[in-house]
């Protein structure tokens, strides 16, 4: 599974050119994460959003915005941890509930409490954790072997890295830096498909 999560901050006006470019690859998700709007214009910004995926047949996910989905009945949401864990009791419609976890107790948790799937992290240094000092592959590998729901690896993925990151249990992979400034988001998309 190809999961690709947008960095609209850092794209300022071009950001709905290149997501669109994102959708016509076919990834399996985008997560729409634009943590800087408030909830107005990340609301413009999702429905201008869900119009394109929907052309393009794109499942997307909006980000921490629990209350936008229901009202757009779009029930595919993405959360970090401890929002999903004071949350997770009004989530009961939705049809994927993405979670942000950082060890195995959390994923855990996130699927006794009905998590759909998770993303894991960060595997591999990166610059936007730079002072973060990496998980590695055994902690995919950990997350993978006791948590009963997909495991998706982020954080420093590169197209080389995905047999070992398969191999170590992750079910698919979460992008952003990456394909967020890709001059050729699609292809790079086909590529990580291929493999």
Known sequence: ????????????????KQFESICNGKPDQVILRAKHLDAYDYEQLA???LDIASKHHTRLLLHSHIHLSKKLNHLYIHLPFDQ??????VLDEFKIISVAVHSVRE??????????????????????????????????KEISSNASIPVMAIGGITP????????????????????????????????????
């Open 84 to 89: 999903f864990i004071s949350e997770y009791r």
């Open 1 to 16: 599974m190809i999961i690709c999560v947008t960095d609209q901050a850092s794209m300022g006006f071009s950001f709905l």
């Open 160 to 195: 080389e890295r995905h047999k070992a990151l398969i191999s170590a249990g992750a079910k698919g992979v979460c992008i952003m830096s990456s394909v967020m400034n890709s001059p050729e988001p699609e292809a790079l998309i086909r590529k990580y498909k291929a493999l």
């Open 107 to 140: 994923a855990q948790l996130a699927a006794f409490l009905g998590a759909t799937q998770v993303v894991a992290g960060h595997v591999f240094r990166t610059d936007c954790k730079s002072s973060i000092a990496p998980r590695g592959l055994s902690f995919i």
């Open 47 to 49: 429905i201008r959003c």
